[in-house]
Nanobody, 123 residues
Framework: QVQLVESGGGLVQAGASLRLSCAAS????????MGWFRQAPGKEREFVAP????????YYADSVKGRFTISRDNAKNTVNLQMNTLNSEDTAVYYC????????????????WGQGTQVTVSS
């Protein structure tokens, strides 16, 4: 089992930045591909960005490309999401997830999920 705990969410104004972190409780963190997803009110959960187990492969949803950066620190068992130039459409609950099927944009590829952290962007 892998337990994931997200932190760093909050209420910010449009144009601001936030850094989300996800801490994993597993000795084999470096073997997991990780991902960030989000779910806005009334909408389905959507992919944001994955990162490979080594950190060497990442990609982004078109809606966040150029503004968000995913990274990981295998020594600290953490994966981060730096979010810049936030806008109201980024308002959502953000979830980190752990999986072993390669970097994927599909939520069913991930086996473990955190409880989420709320990000609210006021315009």
């Amino acid at each position: 089992q892998v337990q994931l705990v997200e932190s760093g969410g909050g209420l910010v104004q449009a144009g601001a930045s936030l850094r989300l972190s996800c801490a994993a409780s597993t000795r084999t963190f470096s073997s997991y591909d990780m991902g960030w997803f989000r779910q806005a009110p009334g909408k389905e959960r959507e992919f944001v960005a994955p990162i490979s187990w080594s950190g060497g492969r990442t990609y982004y949803a078109d809606s966040v490309k150029g503004r968000f950066t995913i990274s990981r620190d295998n020594a600290k068992n953490t994966v981060n999401l730096q979010m810049n130039t936030l806008n109201s459409e980024d308002t959502a609950v953000y979830y980190c997830a752990a999986g072993g099927s390669g970097t994927s944009e599909f939520d069913y590829e991930y086996n473990f999920w955190g409880q989420g952290t709320q990000v609210t962007v006021s315009s």
